[in-house]
């Protein structure tokens, strides 16, 4: 439950003033990094996923600032203006809570899951917002994420199984 406060709070922060308390990120961290302890993953196991998928955001910073450094013809700071360092900490944060490749499908679906809703809501909004609340919304749809995984014990973020077994179905 205290992770879904976290959630909620980083979520109306966002959006509200488009920046995020940065003591709510390791709050978060140690909350989920306890929750994937006690739900029988073990530490060792949640520890290496969130090594993994710290370095799978690494890696596409380093990318980001490679591409827009290019663009720009100097070396780019990506969190100043692009990106901003909630963003970046909501991400890290969360690390522990997927394996792999579980966390590079949240990664990429709730980006376009934001691009498109951020989208709509500028296309029919009179002030258009240039800035995108992305941790915010990042957190809404974990949140959604993670609740499920209540109902649906099958629905593990941990294992990469159930994706498998879905696609050897089709």
Partial sequence: MLVLIFLLIIFIEDMLSRSVHWFLFPMLYAALLITGY????????VLQH?????????LQLVVLTVYFSIKSG???NIANGLLGWGDILLLIS??????????VLFYTSSLI????TWG????????????????????????VLFIATWFHPAFDLNNDEWIINKLLIY
């Fill in 120 to 143: 709509m809501v500028n296309y029919f909004s009179k002030n258009k917002q240039q800035h995108i609340p992305l941790a915010g919304l990042q957190a809404l749809v974990f949140s």
């Fill in 50 to 58: 969130s090594l993994y998928n710290t370095l799978f955001i690494v």
């Fill in 38 to 45: 006690f739900s029988g993953n073990g530490l060792a196991s």
């Fill in 113 to 116: 899951f934001v691009l498109l």
């Fill in 94 to 103: 969360i690390t522990v809570c997927f394996s792999l490749v579980n966390f």
């Fill in 74 to 76: 100097k070396l780019t």
